[in-house]
Nanobody, 124 residues
Framework: QVQLVESGGGSVQSGGSLRLSCVASGYNMACMGWFRQTPGTGREGVAA????????FYADSVEGRFTASRDNAKNTVYLQMNSLKPEDTAMYYC???????????????????WGQGTQVTVSS
């Protein structure tokens, strides 16, 4: 049984920071992605990471503000979110993605398993 359990969401003011965590069980972590969803945007890729020393993928909207990392010994991936903006408000989902490549990392139709989601709210 594959399970992805997220934590770390909350409510912060503009410019604040949050750190999301995702603990995976029942699956050897490969390409791990972070997605977010709002009524206006649907579900979109935010970041993805494959190896400890590989370069993560980032959406243009979060480049330079968000950092994805992973700890294979703990079966855990993280998303450090700094300089948060109101437009970052969304439900954030951890996911196992089929491949970490330029064409697939941020596509919802390439996701094999989803976490339950955690709410991030950024106020102005």
């Amino acid at each position: 049984q594959v399970q992805l359990v997220e934590s770390g969401g909350g409510s912060v003011q503009s410019g604040g920071s949050l750190r999301l965590s995702c603990v995976a069980s029942g699956y050897n972590m490969a390409c791990m992605g972070w997605f977010r969803q709002t009524p206006g945007t649907g579900r979109e890729g935010v970041a993805a990471i494959y190896t400890d020393h590989g370069s993560p993928f980032y959406a243009d909207s979060v480049e330079g503000r968000f950092t994805a990392s992973r700890d294979n010994a703990k079966n855990t991936v993280y998303l450090q979110m700094n300089s948060l903006k109101p437009e970052d408000t969304a439900m954030y989902y951890c996911a196992i993605v089929r491949r970490c490549s330029d064409e697939t990392w941020g596509r919802p139709d390439q996701v094999l398993y989803w976490g339950q989601g955690t709410q991030v709210t950024v106020s102005s």
